[in-house]
């Protein structure tokens, strides 16, 4: 498989599906392509969809969009825990005491020296880089923020519980988005059969009662959200 560049311009216009239409349908026409293209492929913006769609080209909704949008509805289930962890891991980044502290808590205590990862919040994978990161080193974290008497709020067990629980449902979403992220592999032949594994893997957190109950709610949104928009 070959993945090529055709076009990297600046768009000054308003990004109608218009206009949008316009630049496509000049890339293929200047590429002498505009006969042969088999499908388009876009995030799931109207503008977007409208725009491919005005051309008379097969529209294919990007894989890993659809995703990112399922589970940041989920997330919405955890968003006082997720802003606590970016608060505790804004912490570590800001002070060199404070994260030199807990690399030597880690130290101590023989855990890994790993580093403590901030999100971004277009891309739900970077959260759940955030919460796991924060989970290898969670001894190590509370140790420090209680030697340093910080007034940052750390986590209540069972908020720990509930961050823990909810990377495990996250980790199948994970590893679905870079399977399907890559450029040298074809990948929709896959989804099918990646949506189906998703939707067993939710299903067995949707009927676990021992789940903490914003954990629960995830799955079912997720559960709830997979077919209407990853199909």
């Known amino acids: 498989m070959v993945s090529v560049c055709l076009g990297c311009e600046h768009f000054p216009l308003q990004h109608t599906a218009i206009n949008l239409a ?90 890994p020296l790993l580093k403590l990862k901030q999100d971004c919040v277009t891309r739900w994978n970077s959260t759940f880089d955030m919460l796991k990161s924060i989970i290898c080193i969670k001894d190590a974290v509370i140790s420090t923020l209680a030697l340093l008497q910080s007034s940052i709020d750390t986590l209540t067990p069972e908020e720990w519980d509930t961050v823990d629980k909810a990377i495990l449902i996250f980790q199948i979403f994970n590893e679905v988005t870079i399977e399907v992220s890559s450029e040298k592999t074809v990948s929709i032949s896959k989804k099918i059969v990646l949506v189906s594994s998703m939707t067993a893997t939710v299903d067995t957190y949707v009927n676990d009662i021992s789940l903490p109950h914003a954990v629960h709610q995830m799955a079912v949104s997720l559960k709830s959200e997979l077919p209407t928009k990853t199909v």
Not at 55 to 75: D, E, K, M, P, W
Not at 91 to 106: D, E, G, P, Y
């Open 22 to 111: 316009e630049y496509l349908k000049n890339i293929t026409i200047e590429w002498k392509i505009n006969n042969k293209v088999v499908a388009v492929v876009t995030d799931n913006a109207a503008n977007m969809v409208s725009a491919v769609r005005q051309l008379n080209f097969r529209h294919i909704g990007y894989f890993a969009h659809s995703i990112n949008l399922v589970v940041q509805n989920s997330l919405a289930n955890i968003s006082e825990i997720v802003s606590k962890v970016k608060k505790i891991v804004e912490f570590f980044k800001r002070s060199s005491n404070a994260l030199t502290k807990l690399q030597s808590t880690q130290a101590q205590m023989g855990l």
